[in-house]
């Protein structure tokens, strides 16, 4: 029989750097797969309308709500996520979730009912009409 061995002050620090290891993989991971925060717009005047274009990469059609108003436009994107991983002796389970909004006033009023929006390959274009300026009226003084 040989002599019992007995682990080095160290070898229990492996498994736990290895843990620490992966906790900080899987931190960066959900970091840098996070939604952008961020959501560049323009606007871009086309005579009778406004031209609405904002950047939602990673998002869909159904993740989008937008809600037009007289001089503003409201852009919510809210995406969710699951991840399952399941190993002989493993089992691990994460959820989560991105969101960006974002309130864009306009320079001019506009007809929020004539709105119309279309997302394509991440960029949601929004064309709304302008309201119509009234040219003033002349008005007699008393």
Do not use: C
Request: aromatic share 10%.
């Amino acid at each position: 029989m040989g002599k019992k061995r007995y682990p080095l002050w160290f070898e229990d620090s492996f498994e736990a750097l290895g843990r620490i290891h992966e906790d900080i993989h899987r931190f960066m991971k959900s970091f840098w797969d996070q939604e952008t925060r961020f959501m560049p717009v323009d606007i871009e005047d086309a005579g009778d309308s406004l031209v609405v274009k904002a950047d939602l990469p990673g998002f869909s059609k159904k993740d989008v709500k937008v809600r037009v108003f007289d001089n503003s436009v409201e852009i919510l994107a809210r995406k969710e996520r699951e991840e399952e991983t399941k190993e002989k002796n493993f089992y691990r389970r994460e959820r989560s979730y991105g969101e960006v909004a974002r309130v864009i006033p306009l320079p001019e009023e506009v007809e929020a009912e004539g709105a119309k929006a279309r997302f394509e390959n991440g960029v949601l274009e929004i064309v709304i009409p302008k309201k119509e300026k009234s040219g003033g009226r002349e008005i007699e003084i008393e």
